[in-house]
């Protein structure tokens, strides 16, 4: 019986033993699953903080003034990922773009037992703009440039005075040979568009072609062309046309911004208050900067600078 006693408390000792030995691997394991873990999460939740920032970064230099770049990177990681910091941002051309990165240090529960106290994560994002070069507007409407340079005195658009394009008659525009003199037989400056949206696709220094008739294509309803009032859009602007009917064409120059306050395209196709009256064709608005993030334009780095930049995400 006691040799069966010392036998149990032996073997207890042997356990006890064995236990302390597995200890050092079991926490390693418990660093692995939760410590490793917690480096991956915050990686993930870095790499959204860096993205916002150069995504910022790079909209002001697109607007044409970068300011403090430092502190507009910091504040929008900070902004997103509390604790985390950024390094000044990278600016670089051919194709104009910027880098953020991003860090924080991660303080680990179990790792300090076999050596690591913590773990520094770094994230990286790079944005790419340029002006669009070519992709889908919203509205199948064109503009010529000789509107665009008179609105914006050759320049950059700067202001909001709201001014009214002609599509069917001499504009107060003097000069002009867009469609505000309805230089297009049978074209009203209405573009072609696919069998079931009122959009256009173009792209620059190629043609894209007219749709005939002195309304709005068949495509399009009024209650979806009233919903871009007071909204901006992005069109093409021609400088240079042919032909007639329905083989009318305009040379795609570049794209611009356009406020749209008002319009009068014939029979329903109207706002409340009419921008022109008759049987004039017309669009109020005026000519605006725009940073576009969304997928329907690509750009370039050459592409006429008009106001309208397209920023991508390019890591």
Same mark, same amino acid.
């Given at each position: ?78 902004a997103n990922n509390d604790g985390a910091s950024a390094a000044p941002p990278v600016l670089a051309s051919n194709p104009m773009r910027v880098t953020v990165n991003g860090s924080d240090p991660v303080q680990h529960w179990f ?6 106290d913590s773990t520094r994560v770094t994230a990286s994002a790079t944005v790419a703009w340029g002006g669009p070069e070519q992709g889908t507007a919203v509205l199948p409407l064109t503009f010529s440039w000789c509107e665009f ?21 001499? /504009? ?68 240079? /046309? ?74």
């Amino acid at each position: 019986m006691q040799r069966l006693i010392r036998r149990v408390r032996g073997e207890r000792g042997a356990a006890a033993v064995v236990l302390s030995l597995l200890m050092v691997p079991m926490i390693g394991f418990a660093a692995i699953a939760v410590d490793v873990g917690a480096v991956y999460a915050e990686r993930a939740r870095l790499q959204v903080a860096a993205d916002a920032a150069a995504l910022a970064v790079a909209a002001d230099c697109a607007r044409g003034n970068c300011g403090n770049m430092t502190a507009t990177a910091s504040a929008m990681v900070a902004a997103n990922n509390d604790g985390a910091s950024a390094a000044p941002p990278v600016l670089a051309s051919n194709p104009m773009r910027v880098t953020v990165n991003g860090s924080d240090p991660v303080q680990h529960w179990f790792a300090p037992v076999i050596g690591h106290d913590s773990t520094r994560v770094t994230a990286s994002a790079t944005v790419a703009w340029g002006g669009p070069e070519q992709g889908t507007a919203v509205l199948p409407l064109t503009f010529s440039w000789c509107e665009f340079s008179q609105q914006t005195g050759g320049g950059l658009p700067s202001g909001t005075t709201v001014r009214t394009i002609y599509f069917t008659k001499t /504009s107060n525009t003097v000069g002009c040979t867009g469609p505000s003199q309805n230089i297009v037989p049978g074209g009203f400056a209405y573009l072609d568009t696919p069998a079931n949206a009122c959009t256009a696709a173009s792209a620059r220094d190629q043609r894209t072609y007219s749709s005939t008739g002195n309304t709005p294509p068949s495509t399009c309803t009024q209650a979806y062309i009233s919903s871009w009032v007071g909204r901006t859009v992005l069109l093409p602007l021609f400088d240079s /046309s042919g032909d007639t009917g329905s083989n009318a064409w305009y040379h795609v120059y570049g794209y611009a911004a356009f406020r749209i306050t008002g319009y009068s395209f014939g029979g329903q196709f109207t706002t409340t208050s009419k921008p022109c009256s008759g049987n004039e064709r017309c669009v109020s608005g005026y000519f605006t900067r725009l940073v576009d993030l969304s997928e329907a334009f690509s750009y370039s780095s050459d592409a006429p600078n008009l106001g309208a930049s397209v920023l991508r995400l390019v890591r």
